[in-house]
């Protein structure tokens, strides 16, 4: 059992070997949430799946007990733990999200407590050709997190994570009622997102969707060489050294206006 709190600045347990997640008496979590794989099924690689039966885990609203009188500001901190393994060839991952494009405004901020998590983001074109069997996509990017690693998704992505390594992914995540899951009625027509990440001869291998049509070179690597290239539009240039946790308190009014509600 080791404690969180040197990362994520609340105390919090976590056993590596099990995946188990904790809290001191000082913390309190409002529900914790088991997504299952009919959750998950419509957006999957394979559809016919029928094991593992549960996914990933949820904790909602997560707060140290002396600030509960300040939690009230429409923003919510969740804690996702996405453990290793597959679902069929594909690594496991959450649901997709999405949010309506908004200018200047973010879906949510996610900071890396254990382990490595890897974030798959597209903006489709806003204009599609007509009668065209594929989506155009404008923008993809695939980028790996690790431990300690802020980063933060505009407005406008659909976007899904991924726990493509051989351990437990922690991570936490502020954002409010507009992170919501996408409409999959759409997505399961597309078979998901642009690109699928999977196993291939026990190595990892990212396969292109072909119901998309990639309009600009998908962007791939870890945050650490993409962070110089790309931090205008996925950063908020807040103190990276800091639990996003921390900030969620010392600058609650500056994340309420820039977190889209």
């Known amino acids: 059992m080791i404690e969180l709190s040197n990362v994520c600045g609340l105390p919090i347990y976590f056993n590596e070997e099990t995946g188990d997640i904790s809290y001191g008496e000082e913390v309190a979590c409002s529900k914790s949430e088991d997504i299952v794989l009919s959750d998950v099924i419509p957006v999957l690689l394979n559809k016919y799946l029928k094991y593992p039966e549960k996914i990933y885990q949820c904790f909602h609203d997560v707060v140290h007990n002396d600030d509960t009188n300040e939690s009230d500001n429409g923003l919510s901190y969740d804690i996702i733990r996405i453990p290793f393994g597959l679902l069929g060839v594909e ?45 155009d996509v404008e923008e993809a990017n695939i980028i790996t997190l690790e431990k300690g690693d802020k980063f933060s998704i505009p407005t406008g992505y659909y976007y899904t994570f991924v726990n493509a390594g051989r351990e437990h992914v922690v991570f936490s995540i502020i954002s409010s009622a507009e992170h919501s899951i996408a409409d999959y009625a759409t997505l399961e027509k597309d078979k998901g997102l642009a690109f699928y990440i999977i196993s291939k001869n026990a190595k990892i291998e990212v396969v292109a969707n072909p119901k998309y049509k990639l309009l600009n070179e998908l962007v791939m690597g870890t945050w650490k060489d993409l962070r110089s290239s790309l931090k205008d539009k996925f950063s908020l240039g807040f103190d990276e050294t800091s639990p996003i946790y921390s900030l969620l308190k010392s600058k609650a009014k500056f994340l309420e206006e820039i977190i889209a509600a």
């Not at 597209?122 to 989506?135: G, I, R």
């Open 91 to 135: 690594y496991i991952k959450t649901h997709i999200y999405h949010s309506k494009f908004k200018k200047g405004k973010f879906s949510c901020v996610i900071e890396i407590i254990s382990g490595e998590l890897t974030v798959l983001l597209q903006k489709n074109a806003d204009e599609q050709e007509e009668y065209s069997l594929n989506t």
